[in-house]
């Protein structure tokens, strides 16, 4: 199920919450900063189990955000890693899972405190910090709706 709905309207802007978001098969998320910007496939959209964002503070005594790793679409109940190379569905909008969306250095970063290291906090989401899909057609996606695996 769909927890969550983010997205910045430029690089380094805060990330807003969002009821719905209109997706555009080849573009992405209409008003998110990589709209029109995909290089590669997988660039379009961004999941994120939101049980590994609480494992996460949970096991490393941190109050991140749901917003905080920077993921378009804070997921539960789903065990994405099991999505990557599969078609899925949520609504009526179908997405192609490409690749599991690995922690950078940025990441690290931006999360990064007086109690915990950049590379720890890669290290602790590495694995863990959801997927990047493809937008196989137009349509929206909301808070509260859930995950079709049975065309996959």
Known sequence: ?????????KDDAEQSSMPMVELERGKGIRGDRYFGRSQAPGQSISFIEQEEIENYNRKHGQAISLSATRRNVITRGIRLNDLVGREFSVGG????????????ETLGSRLENDSIRKKDVVKAFLHRAGIRAEILNDGHIEVGMSFDLAST
């Open 93 to 104: 909008v179908r997405f192609l899972g490409v690749e599991l969306c690995e922690p950078c």
């Open 1 to 9: 199920m769909i927890e969550a709905i983010f997205i910045a309207e």
